[in-house]
């Protein structure tokens, strides 16, 4: 067994190569779009899944609907995701790329929350939750359990939830967030 000062430089180390390649990948990202990683990773969603409901995309992205908005209006606004009316439900709002939000997604290279979400999502829930509970020590040891999570390299703040994504988002929770 290492003894604890070796042990501590290396999850030291790791931070940082993690951090690094976060910061390295979000900025190329940006660099090569113009879009945030958050703003980046949403259209590439979109892309695989469209056409997809608000709360079905907060879901796959691990956010809160509310974050979603404001991601979604700000790619609306440049013309890269369209909101339209469910042919099958009126009430319910799909989200689809433009032809220019599919070719901003064709040029575009991986962002770092996509490259988390699917290494994690292929582990064991044993492991998963050792990383859930030693990042949550982590948080405990700096004191900033009460700080709003921000995404990754972004000014977007993940509005608390109540941590489940499965089952809590209704479609009519999904309709009142696509009419703001």
């Known amino acids: 067994m290492k003894a604890t000062p070796d042990l501590v430089a290396g999850i030291i180390d790791n931070l940082r190569r993690v ?38 995309l907060a879901r796959k992205m691990y956010l809160h609907p509310a974050t979603i908005v404001g991601i979604i209006d700000r790619l609306e606004a440049r013309g890269l995701v369209e909101r339209t009316r469910s042919t099958k439900d009126r009430r319910v709002v799909d989200l689809a790329l433009t032809s220019l939000g599919s070719e901003k997604v064709s040029q575009s290279p991986n962002v770092a929350q996509e490259l988390l979400v699917s290494g994690l999502e292929a582990l064991p829930k ?26 990754i390299l972004s000014p977007e703040i993940n509005l608390p939830g109540d941590g489940k994504f499965e089952g809590e988002i209704t479609d009519k929770t999904n309709q009142e ?3 703001n």
């Not at 390649?21 to 892309?47: D, M, Y």
């Not at 044993?126 to 995404?151: A, H, K, T, W």
């Open 177 to 179: 967030l696509s009419q």
């Open 19 to 56: 951090f690094q390649v976060i910061n390295e990948q979000s900025k190329r990202a940006e660099h090569e779009t113009g879009l945030t990683g958050p703003q980046l990773w949403a259209i590439k969603v979109i892309s695989e899944f469209a056409p997809i409901k608000l709360s079905d």
């Open 126 to 151: 044993s492991q998963i939750i050792n990383i859930y509970d030693g990042l949550e020590q982590f948080v405990r040891i700096l004191g900033v359990q009460e700080i709003p999570p921000q995404l």
